[in-house]
């Protein structure tokens, strides 16, 4: 089956890092995505990996391992903004779906 | 650059009714995909199109079908609503089917079946 699990929950504080781990287990991979959901609006694309290692954002960076099943975000340099949902997703073709999404991350930062 | 816009933004339909969803993709996007989100279930995929040919379908019943027009708009419709359908539908868009620069998301619309 497809499953994908992250953190339900993070607290921060503004100004500190964080990483956001996702794991995954897919009959095939086309690609892992990371976005950002705020309280009542649509999801906002963070990044995109397809192949292992890092991807650098500015303040985002994301990391992939295919062989281990595991992405992670690194947001830093916190900012209150920053407090929303975060949602790793993986593209499986063979699977026959789109994107399978895991059921977020909610990441609360206080001052 | 105008982003993917989905009609209506809410609506409150009737156990039993049919709804019809409209999603406008970014101008030059010919590949559409919706998605249900639910406070327990999260995001669910429903469907996806690609050049008005569905690719993929998710795990939901056929009450929910889905359809693509030549010019990328789509449609879902959910016929003999449930109060299990009460949901955000998000529909997303990108330039090819495997996302290489990323799906970007309508608002949604959020659908109320009493």
């Known amino acids: 089956g497809q499953n994908i699990d992250q953190p339900t929950e993070m607290t921060a504080t503004e100004g500190a890092i964080v990483q956001i781990n996702c794991t995954y287990q897919?009959?095939?991979?086309?690609?892992l995505f990371w976005y950002q959901q705020h309280a009542g609006e649509a999801p906002t694309f963070l990044s995109y990996?397809?192949?292992?290692g890092l991807e650098e954002k500015g303040r985002f960076s994301s990391f992939l391992s295919r062989s281990k099943g595991y992405s992670y975000l690194l947001l830093k340099e916190l900012q209150m903004k920053d407090s929303a949902s975060y949602l790793c997703?993986?593209?499986?073709?063979?699977?026959?779906?789109?994107?399978?999404f895991g059921k977020g991350t909610t990441l609360s930062v206080s001052s | 650059k105008a982003g993917v816009t989905q009609t209506p933004r809410y609506l409150i339909k009737t156990r039993g009714q049919q709804v019809t969803l409209s999603c406008s993709p970014i101008?030059?996007?010919?590949?559409v995909s919706w998605y249900q989100q639910t406070p327990g279930q999260g995001l669910q995929f429903l469907f996806e199109?690609?050049?008005?040919?569905?690719?993929n379908k998710g795990n939901f019943p056929g009450r929910f079908s889905g359809r693509q027009f030549s010019n990328s708009r789509s449609e879902m419709n959910v016929s003999t609503l449930e109060l299990g359908d009460s949901a955000l539908y998000l529909c997303?868009?990108?330039?090819?089917?495997?996302?290489?620069?990323?799906?970007?998301f309508g608002s949604g619309t959020r659908l109320t079946v009493v």
């Open positions: 997303a868009s990108s330039l090819d089917p495997e996302g290489h620069y990323g799906y970007t």
């Open positions: 897919t009959s095939g991979f086309n690609g």
């Open positions: 990996n397809v192949l292992d």
């Open positions: 997703a993986v593209r499986d073709d063979q699977a026959g779906t789109a994107l399978i």
């Open positions: 101008s030059g996007h010919r590949s």
């Open positions: 199109y690609f050049s008005e040919t569905q690719r």
